[in-house]
């Protein structure tokens, strides 16, 4: 039983100045941490200027009627967003499985050759 009391105040010896040093960590941190959020309320506010924008803008793009009366050069930019977007996809995915080539699967990918009786 003794040993569990000493064992609780060595403990509670340890963890007093981790707690300790946090505060002081804390404290420092805060002025910093005071202009983050100060920058980030201004620059992470959703544009509440810009939804008359956005809402018009997909009114024309469900307006199907406009199709008829696209340029060439129109259909080539969508074209090409298009197949920008696809080629960001496809990176992200490569960088998500860290392979070119298809996925590690644990235990697939080195399985013992069957021999044949």
Not at 11 to 38: D, M, S, Y
Request: aromatic fraction near 6%.
């Amino acid at each position: 039983m003794a040993a569990a009391g000493k064992s609780a105040v060595s403990l509670a010896g340890k963890v007093v100045p981790l707690l300790t040093k946090g505060a002081n960590l804390a404290k420092a941190q805060q002025p910093h941490l005071e202009r983050f959020w100060a920058i980030a309320k201004v620059e992470l506010a959703p544009p509440v200027g810009e939804i008359p924008q956005v809402v018009s803008g997909l009114k024309q793009l469900a307006n199907v009627n406009r199709l008829p009366n696209l340029t060439m050069k129109d259909i080539a930019l969508n074209a090409t967003v298009c197949f920008e977007i696809f080629l960001m996809y496809q990176i992200g995915r490569i960088v998500g499985k860290r392979s070119l080539v298809g996925f590690d699967i644990e235990g697939t990918s080195s399985f013992m050759a069957v021999k044949k009786v």
